[in-house]
């Protein structure tokens, strides 16, 4: 469904923050292996330095993820993007020794996805490893109407999603894959005396940072057995449509729309960064809807995220309106 490669390897984690965590952990074990250093014996002090690389609107929390992993921010090369927050092919540095480029598939703001093709050709080339967060994004890939804006993305090493953003299962269900088999475990076994020896069957636990977890797998189980893979598809195209929809009408009466809406994502402004506040606040005490505020480059913007089955296109057209009564009775 996420049309990964045969073969990948996964594991249900906490959210997006650990799926990343436990995909770069593999990512960190794997480029260090390659230049003869066992970090899972020997820790990081005396390792050969690895080169981190990470767009300028990651989200925080795969800086985070980093940090955790003995990468901290001031080491990062963080490249610039264009004004969707996609990573500029051109800016890619020559790349070598142990390498690790973290992309995205979706923006938190925008929506966009970095250009998979034009960077992971010469990442590949250069043997660095190529991580994706797609915490909501990376589902484009099980809309063939969405799947061209995550192109290439199947070439990465490994990639993060939420199972509780997009596929709508309560909260606490990530996910981490690894497309080499076996280097997912290699960064996580666990073994002890009192546990049953690892045996034909899966340890889930030698895929994981937790030994003690609860089954995540049955929400999302139930989930796409429900929905099916056309019911997921619809899901997900019609949010997109939802948030083209609250996009047209918004521009139509006069707000000023600050990204491509390529995706479930809506940036709006009302003016000035006081007008637009002021109407976030409004809309949000107003309770039809709820959307935050945010800052896109600069611009201070509300942020309309469409993404629960449950949304109709009646909850969009009364949601538009309470904006717009908020507009008028500001008098933005
Ligand atoms: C792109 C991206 N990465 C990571 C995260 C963190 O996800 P979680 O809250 O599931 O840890 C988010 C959350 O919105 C996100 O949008």
């Not at 390897?9 to 794997?30: C, I, Q, S």
């Not at 980093?66 to 051109?90: A, K």
């Not at 480059?297 to 995220?305: D, L, T």
Request: proline share 6%; net charge neutral; charged share 20%.
């Amino acid at each position: 469904m996420l049309g990964l490669p045969p073969g990948t390897e996964g594991a249900f984690v906490t959210g997006a923050t650990m799926a990343n965590f436990t995909a770069l952990a593999a990512a960190r074990h794997a480029v260090l292996a390659r230049a003869g250093w066992d970090v899972a014996s020997d820790g990081l002090t005396g390792a050969p330095p690895v080169t981190v690389i990470v767009g300028e609107e990651a989200h925080p929390t795969l800086l985070k993820s980093l940090g955790l992993l003995g990468f901290g921010r001031r080491g990062i090369v963080r490249l610039p993007v264009d004004l969707q927050g996609r990573i500029r092919p051109d800016v890619l540095p020559r790349l070598s020794g142990p390498t690790i480029v973290c992309l995205q598939a979706g923006n938190i703001n925008t929506g966009a996805f970095d250009p998979f093709d034009a960077l992971c050709t010469p990442a590949r080339e250069a043997g660095a490893w190529v991580h994706v967060d797609g915490a909501f994004g990376l589902w484009a890939q099980a809309s063939p109407r969405l799947a061209p804006l995550s192109r290439g993305v199947e070439r990465a090493d490994s990639w993060a999603t939420d199972a509780h953003k997009w596929l709508n299962v309560p909260y606490d269900c990530g996910l981490a894959f690894v497309r080499e088999p076996g280097t997912l475990p290699a960064a996580m076994s666990i073994s002890a005396e009192y546990l049953p020896a690892s045996g034909a069957q899966r340890s889930p636990s030698d895929f994981t940072p937790e030994l003690s977890r609860r089954a995540r797998g049955v929400e999302v189980w139930a989930a796409l057995r429900s929905l099916g893979r056309s019911g997921l598809a619809d899901l997900l195209d019609r949010n997109c449509r939802q948030a083209r929809r609250f996009a047209a009408r918004l521009a139509e009466a006069g707000c000023e729309i600050l990204n491509e809406v390529v995706l479930n994502q809506v940036l709006v402004s009302f003016g000035s960064p006081e007008a637009t506040r002021r109407v976030v606040a409004a809309v949000q005490e107003d309770g039809t809807c709820w959307c935050g505020g945010t800052v896109w480059q600069g611009r201070a913007a509300m942020r309309i995220s469409v993404c629960s089955w449950a949304t109709t296109d009646a909850d969009v057209e009364r949601s538009i309106e309470a904006i717009l009564r908020a507009v008028r009775r500001l008098d933005v």
